[in-house]
């Protein structure tokens, strides 16, 4: 069997930036697991079988957890960290389907993560700074 | 005794311009096996097929081929299985010498960038190094590699970037890393934290299943992530003895 030693890798390659994109993925992966079936149990199940009352989860109630100050976990744990996790799986799947991988691409992913976290962010710092 | 139809990819470099299909009928029983059948084909039928082989009892890692478009090695797939005939291929995703034979070269080279061997002081006064059980059940899935490839032919991040380390070289490189006696983890991260490292992988986990060995390649790359990440994090808050960039720069 050949093998040609100069093409070995000699040089240290640059380290990935990839870890930084993965822990979100993963953060924003738990976040879904726990909370999508947590939710799908409350609204699919709960509710038509009179376990929860439909008037738990109605908007006031709901705003006002949302806006707490507490509530800006609930705005990174549902929105901001899955939206980081959907944008991960859209860049790897866009190119396992050969359809763009690279900066472009990268770019274009992250960025709308990022752009839309960030007006989730701003949305909730408005509100609730307005409501007291 | 029954017969079987078989349908290799043949292409001889001098003589054929692309790979073409050549039909064969083979005599089997319940203990033929792929390798079997191809021995038969050269010793009965034709004396120039060419293929590798070495141990025919899954040791060697040798006879790595596609049976149905399925990385298999030649002497643990029996033809009993296939009662529809098959199809053999060259290994996927490799470049084809001849016939089923294919150049590993690439494969080698990433086995040899991450340094898949002990990298340890000698134990004191001539002393064995001392491993518990334990210790050793961290890596010992991971040591069962034959380095066959079967895993690179099943890796589609493989086949559409063949920079990318792959599912072996990472396996190994991880069991080195999770042995006791090694101490040369600082000398491989740099390969594994890079974008042809642990990070050109997205967990499709065909090489985990494929693998003739019951090895998990697919676990390790994906602790290699974990283990990548803290490397990451460590090297940010530790103090830069030298520039940071240093190993950036090339």
Same mark, same amino acid.
């Given at each position: 069997?050949? #093998?040609?030693?100069?093409?070995?890798?000699?040089? #240290?390659?640059?380290?990935?930036?990839?870890?930084?994109?993965?822990?979100?993925?993963?953060?924003?992966?738990?976040?879904?697991?726990?909370?999508?079936?947590?939710?799908?149990?409350?609204?699919?199940?709960?509710?038509?079988?009179?376990?929860?009352?439909?008037?738990?989860?109605?908007?006031?109630?709901?705003?006002?957890?949302?806006?707490?100050?507490?509530?800006?976990?609930?705005?990174?744990?549902?929105?901001?960290?899955?939206?980081?996790?959907?944008?991960?799986?859209?860049?790897?799947?866009?190119?396992?389907?050969?359809?763009?991988?690279?900066?472009?691409?990268?770019?274009?992913?992250?960025?709308?993560?990022?752009?839309?976290?960030?007006?989730?962010?701003?949305?909730?710092? #408005?509100?609730?700074?307005?409501?007291? | 005794? !029954?017969?079987?139809?078989?349908?290799?990819?043949?292409?001889? !470099?001098?003589?054929?311009?692309? !790979? =073409?299909?050549?039909?064969?009928?083979?005599?089997?029983?319940?203990?033929?096996?792929?390798?079997?059948?191809?021995?038969?084909?050269?010793?009965?039928?034709?004396?120039?097929?060419?293929?590798?082989?070495?141990?025919?009892?899954?040791?060697?890692?040798?006879?790595?081929?596609?049976?149905?478009? /399925?990385p298999?090695?030649?002497?643990?797939?029996?033809?009993?299985?296939?009662?529809?005939?098959?199809?053999?291929?060259?290994?996927? +995703?490799?470049?084809?010498? *001849?016939?089923?034979?294919?150049?590993?070269?690439?494969f080698?080279? =990433?086995?040899?960038?991450?340094?898949?061997?002990?990298?340890?002081?000698?134990?004191?006064?001539?002393?064995?190094? $001392?491993?518990?059980?334990?210790?050793?059940?961290?890596?010992?899935?991971?040591?069962?590699c034959? +380095?066959c490839g079967l895993c690179y032919a099943a890796c589609?991040?493989f086949?559409?970037?063949?920079?990318?380390?792959g599912p072996a070289a990472?396996a190994?490189? =991880?069991?080195?890393?999770?042995?006791?006696?090694?101490?040369?983890?600082?000398? $491989?991260?740099?390969?594994?934290?890079?974008?042809?490292?642990?990070?050109?992988?997205?967990?499709?986990?065909y090489c985990s299943t494929v693998c003739p060995?019951?090895v998990?390649p697919a676990?390790? /790359?994906?602790?290699?992530?974990?283990?990548?990440?803290?490397?990451? /994090?460590?090297?940010?808050?530790? !103090?830069? *003895?030298?520039?940071? +960039?240093?190993?950036?720069? *090339?």
């Open positions: 069997m050949r #093998t040609n030693k100069q093409d070995t890798p000699q040089t #240290t390659p640059r380290r990935s930036d990839e870890p930084i994109w993965w822990s979100l993925f993963s953060a924003g992966g738990v976040c879904v697991a726990m909370l999508v079936p947590a939710i799908a149990l409350l609204v699919l199940l709960g509710i038509p079988l009179g376990l929860v009352s439909a008037e738990q989860l109605n908007y006031q109630r709901l705003q006002a957890l949302v806006f707490h100050p507490l509530g800006l976990g609930v705005v990174l744990g549902a929105m901001v960290l899955p939206l980081f996790h959907a944008m991960h799986r859209i860049h790897h799947g866009l190119h396992d389907l050969k359809l763009a991988h690279g900066r472009l691409a990268k770019w274009l992913c992250y960025g709308s993560a990022v752009l839309l976290s960030s007006l989730a962010l701003w949305l909730w710092l #408005t509100v609730s700074m307005a409501s007291g | 005794m !029954p017969t079987l139809e078989m349908r290799l990819q043949r292409y001889r !470099p001098e003589q054929d311009s692309a !790979p =073409h299909w050549q039909d064969f009928r083979v005599e089997y029983d319940d203990s033929t096996s792929v390798l079997d059948a191809l021995e038969q084909i050269k010793a009965e039928q034709d004396s120039s097929l060419s293929y590798r082989w070495s141990c025919r009892m899954a040791i060697c890692g040798s006879c790595g081929i596609m049976v149905n478009g /399925v298999k090695l030649g002497c643990k797939t029996f033809l009993r299985d296939y009662p529809k005939g098959l199809q053999l291929a060259p290994l996927g +995703n490799f470049p084809v010498e *001849k016939d089923l034979i294919v150049d590993m070269s690439r080698l080279e =990433h086995l040899t960038a991450i340094k898949p061997y002990l990298i340890a002081e000698a134990a004191p006064q001539g002393q064995p190094h $001392r491993q518990t059980p334990a210790q050793l059940a961290r890596y010992k899935q991971f040591s069962n034959i +380095n589609p991040q086949g559409l970037k063949p920079d990318f380390l990472i190994l490189a =991880h069991r080195y890393n999770l042995d006791s006696r090694d101490s040369g983890k600082a000398e $491989r991260m740099a390969q594994l934290n890079s974008d042809n490292g642990v990070w050109g992988c997205t967990f499709v986990g060995k019951g998990d676990a390790a /790359v994906n602790q290699g992530k974990i283990a990548s990440t803290l490397d990451g /994090v460590i090297q940010w808050f530790k !103090p830069a *003895k030298e520039p940071r +960039n240093k190993e950036q720069s *090339k």
